[in-house]
């Protein structure tokens, strides 16, 4: 079966820092693009950073470009999200995904597994 666990999501007050993890397993790892996207209340899911499969080439949210980094370890079959600077509209439970088999993108659409989510709630 497949697995996405998320892990590493808290309170933390705006400008501080937090490190999300995923653990996949179930899949080779190598031959999907991951994403991480987010839902806040109230509003539709977002796409928030991807990397893709083969060359770890990185997108992100206007809103958290030079903010978040994302990056992945094939060893271990981890994605990260680094989130700096952190604001209180980074508020959200944040969900890790697996595209299709060498895929990769902005889309929902685009990804065909699901972690079961964290929160990450940013305070003044």
């Known amino acids: 079966q497949v697995q996405l666990v998320e892990s590493g999501g808290g309170l933390v007050q705006a400008g501080g820092s937090l490190r999300l993890s995923c653990a996949v397993s179930?899949?080779?790892?190598?031959?999907?693009?991951m994403g991480w996207f987010r839902q806040a209340p109230g509003k539709e899911r977002e796409f928030v950073a991807g990397?893709?499969?083969?060359?770890?080439?990185?997108y992100y949210l206007d809103s958290v470009k030079g903010r978040f980094t994302i990056s992945r370890d094939n060893a271990k079959n981890t994605v990260f999200l680094m989130m700096n600077s952190l604001k209180l509209e980074d508020t959200a439970v944040y969900y890790c995904?697996?595209?299709?088999?060498?895929?990769?993108?902005?889309?929902?659409?685009?990804?065909?597994?699901w972690g079961q989510g964290t929160q990450v709630t940013v305070s003044s």
């Open positions: 995904a697996a595209s299709a088999p060498l895929g990769s993108g902005t889309e929902r659409s685009q990804y065909a597994y």
């Open positions: 990397i893709d499969w083969r060359e770890g080439s990185t």
């Open positions: 179930g899949l080779t790892f190598t031959w999907h693009g």
